[in-house]
């Protein structure tokens, strides 16, 4: 064969297999799409979708759909996109369901605030993915940054975010950085807050970021205020925190031990450690210890600095140990919500004991309570008739029980609307745990915001820079009438003495332990102002 071919046929040959190499390579990289926008990384299906995709989690197949319908009701009108961002995906059947009741709230917010104020720009609803503990939240935020650029996508608002994380916490840095609005539904942690300064001075870390429940430090105060004397007995109470980093149990840790206490001094704070949000650990033998601890030093009142699954087995092991009949009340934050869900039989008949006494009772800062409203007003009432000679006219009535009762009512009246049409959510909204109302109070006050900063014609919808600087401005006359109470934001996006509800979970005497509305805490002692008008206050 002539050198020529040789050297051809060679080339040839080199050529083959860099194309075949190429072609296995591209194949082993070929991207696993779970669905359009969406892809399967990690095990996890993380990215955006408005389109009805349930993110492999089937509690969420029907609410998800029903977002889907609205989105393609609201087709060729003028609208933006408003992102939910949660982790969609677990093996945890609670967690699925919490899931499915934050969905149900955003659903419900989403009509809501596309019918109730009936003006342009309607809202199209994005579910957003950033895997479990938010990490691999950076994926999802690059594609909400070229949403937000798009002019087809229109993004101007992000919410959602119900786990106080460092990586919740760089989300929502990068998104305030790239000026997309921000409103959080559930984080309490107080690293994710502005600090709120009265003297114009300073510059926000997360410009556009604006929450719907108190940080852990005005939740924290608020259930001091509640407990009165006993809960700042120092003998009396003890400080459990978990030492795991987490912003959430820091925190909490944080404000629990800033609360002024009187009397001789009490047991010193117990730590523990956990390996992770969802995993117990060995936190059970650590927690036999820190019972018979706690059991010696004479405290009755924990404040618990932890997450809901580890707060279920400190309850357990407080309950197991035999310490002379003593009844002991642990006090925790917002993340205890989630308890009653993971609560067996059993546990409810640990709790109670062979007696049908309650050992353990387990007392929360719930973001809202469904019989808040009505309870409070009751109450209210009843004092009322004790110092006055007649019935309370309109204007007597507190308006900050009143409006919030109201909002609850639409909401109701929303569900059974809801229901009426057909409309599946996969389950009827379970209130109590307070998922739903805070979410759907989350759309309806980006709704507001979009309203009011809508100018011109239908078809000019806000920019980011207007729908992030209606935050400040939500407050007094134009207050958000929150399922969870009134909404007024401070200039640094945080809510005014929004209150808290004291929430008990009682094991009762037999049978399954109920969940039960104590009464409203106040972070400044007091509640917030008549028509919420923010007070000026020292920075």
Same mark, same amino acid.
């Given at each position: 064969?002539?050198?020529?071919?040789?050297?051809?046929?060679?080339?040839?040959?080199?050529?083959?297999?860099?194309?075949?190499?190429?072609?296995?390579?591209?194949?082993?990289?070929?991207?696993?799409?779970?669905?359009?926008?969406?892809?399967?990384?990690?095990?996890?299906?993380?990215?955006?979708?408005?389109?009805?995709?349930?993110?492999?989690?089937?509690?969420?197949?029907?609410?998800?759909?029903?977002?889907?319908?609205?989105?393609?009701?609201?087709?060729?009108?003028?609208?933006?996109?408003?992102?939910?961002?949660?982790?969609?995906?677990?093996?945890?059947?609670?967690?699925?369901?919490?899931? +499915? $009741? &934050?969905?149900?709230?955003?659903? =419900?917010?989403?009509?809501?605030?596309?019918?109730? *104020?009936?003006? #342009? /720009?309607?809202?199209?609803?994005?579910?957003?993915?950033?895997?479990?503990?938010?990490?691999?939240?950076?994926?999802?935020?690059?594609?909400?940054?070229?949403?937000?650029?798009?002019?087809?996508?229109?993004?101007?608002?992000?919410?959602?975010?119900?786990?106080?994380?460092?990586?919740?916490?760089?989300?929502?840095?990068?998104?305030?950085?790239?000026?997309?609005?921000?409103?959080?539904?559930?984080?309490?942690?107080?690293?994710?807050?502005?600090?709120?300064?009265?003297?114009?001075?300073?510059?926000?870390?997360?410009?556009?970021?604006?929450?719907?429940?108190?940080?852990?430090?005005?939740?924290?105060?608020?259930?001091?205020?509640?407990?009165?004397?006993?809960?700042?007995?120092?003998?009396?109470?003890?400080?459990?925190?978990?030492? +795991? $980093? &987490?912003?959430?149990?820091?925190? =909490?840790?944080?404000?629990?031990?800033?609360?002024? *206490?009187?009397? #001789? /001094?009490?047991?010193?704070?117990?730590?523990?450690?956990?390996?992770?949000?969802?995993?117990?650990?060995?936190?059970?033998?650590?927690?036999?210890?820190?019972?018979?601890?706690?059991?010696?030093?004479?405290?009755?009142?924990?404040?618990?600095?932890?997450?809901?699954?580890?707060?279920?087995?400190?309850?357990?092991?407080?309950?197991?140990?035999?310490?002379?009949?003593?009844?002991?009340?642990?006090?925790?934050?917002?993340?205890?919500?989630?308890?009653?869900?993971?609560?067996?039989?059993?546990?409810?008949?640990?709790?109670?004991?062979?007696?049908?006494?309650?050992?353990?009772?387990?007392?929360?800062?719930?973001?809202?309570?469904?019989?808040?409203?009505?309870?409070?007003?009751?109450?209210?009432?009843?004092?009322?008739?004790?110092?006055?000679?007649?019935?309370?006219?309109?204007?007597?009535?507190?308006?900050?029980?009143?409006?919030? *009762?109201?909002?609850?009512?639409?909401?109701?009246?929303?569900?059974?609307?809801?229901?009426?049409?057909?409309?599946?959510?996969?389950?009827?909204?379970?209130?109590?745990?307070?998922?739903?109302?805070?979410?759907?109070?989350?759309?309806?006050?980006?709704?507001?915001?979009?309203?009011?900063?809508?100018?011109?014609?239908?078809?000019?919808?806000?920019?980011?820079?207007?729908?992030?600087?209606?935050?400040?401005?939500?407050?007094?006359?134009?207050?958000?009438?929150?399922?969870?109470?009134?909404?007024?934001?401070?200039?640094?996006?945080?809510?005014?003495?929004?209150?808290?509800?004291?929430?008990?979970?009682?094991?009762?005497?037999?049978?399954?332990?109920?969940?039960?509305?104590?009464?409203?805490?106040?972070?400044?002692?007091?509640?917030?102002?008549?028509?919420?008008?923010?007070?000026?206050?020292?920075?």
């Amino acid at each position: 064969m002539p050198r020529w071919k040789k050297f051809l046929y060679a080339l040839l040959a080199v050529g083959a297999a860099v194309a075949l190499s190429c072609y296995v390579w591209s194949l082993i990289q070929k991207t696993d799409t779970c669905a359009d926008g969406v892809e399967r990384t990690g095990g996890e299906c993380i990215g955006v979708s408005g389109t009805g995709y349930d993110f492999g989690t089937p509690e969420i197949r029907e609410v998800s759909r029903a977002i889907a319908q609205e989105n393609k009701k609201i087709d060729g009108r003028p609208h933006v996109t408003v992102a939910l961002m949660l982790p969609l995906q677990s093996d945890k059947p609670a967690l699925r369901r919490q899931m +499915r $009741s &934050d969905l149900q709230g955003a659903y =419900l917010g989403q009509r809501q605030a596309n019918e109730g *104020e009936g003006e #342009p /720009p309607k809202i199209r609803l994005v579910l957003a993915n950033p895997g479990q503990a938010y990490k691999q939240q950076k994926k999802v935020v690059d594609i909400l940054l070229r949403m937000a650029d798009s002019p087809k996508d229109r993004l101007r608002a992000v919410t959602g975010f119900n786990l106080s994380l460092d990586e919740t916490q760089e989300a929502v840095e990068r998104l305030t950085k790239h000026k997309v609005p921000v409103l959080a539904s559930r984080i309490s942690g107080d690293e994710i807050a502005n600090e709120d300064r009265t003297d114009g001075t300073g510059k926000a870390r997360f410009p556009g970021l604006a929450r719907l429940i108190t940080t852990n430090h005005d939740a924290a105060q608020a259930l001091a205020n509640f407990n009165g004397e006993r809960g700042r007995e120092n003998r009396r109470t003890v400080l459990v925190y978990d030492k +795991r $980093s &987490d912003g959430y149990n820091e925190s =909490l840790a944080k404000a629990f031990s800033g609360i002024e *206490e009187k009397g #001789p /001094p009490g047991p010193a704070a117990m730590p523990f450690e956990s390996p992770a949000i969802d995993d117990p650990g060995s936190t059970g033998n650590q927690f036999t210890q820190t019972a018979n601890n706690i059991c010696d030093s004479g405290a009755d009142i924990i404040y618990f600095a932890g997450r809901t699954l580890h707060l279920r087995l400190l309850a357990l092991k407080l309950a197991q140990v035999d310490c002379r009949n003593r009844h002991y009340t642990i006090i925790s934050g917002s993340d205890a919500a989630s308890l009653r869900q993971d609560m067996t039989e059993k546990d409810w008949q640990q709790l109670r004991g062979e007696d049908g006494k309650a050992k353990v009772t387990v007392q929360y800062a719930a973001p809202a309570h469904p019989d808040a409203w009505s309870t409070e007003l009751a109450d209210w009432k009843k004092q009322w008739h004790d110092h006055h000679d007649r019935e309370p006219t309109k204007n007597d009535l507190p308006q900050y029980l009143t409006e919030p *009762e109201t909002a609850l009512e639409i909401l109701k009246k929303r569900i059974e609307t809801t229901r009426g049409e057909g409309i599946e959510l996969g389950a009827t909204p379970n209130l109590e745990d307070s998922r739903t109302m805070l979410v759907y109070d989350g759309l309806i006050t980006i709704g507001k915001a979009l309203h009011q900063a809508q100018e011109g014609s239908a078809e000019a919808v806000p920019s980011r820079e207007d729908v992030g600087g209606q935050w400040p401005l939500l407050q007094s006359r134009h207050r958000v009438r929150g399922t969870s109470g009134l909404i007024c934001l401070t200039s640094s996006g945080n809510p005014y003495d929004k209150p808290i509800a004291v929430v008990q979970l009682d094991p009762g005497q037999k049978g399954l332990g109920r969940l039960k509305f104590v009464g409203l805490g106040w972070p400044t002692g007091q509640a917030q102002p008549k028509n919420c008008v923010i007070p000026s206050r020292v920075p």
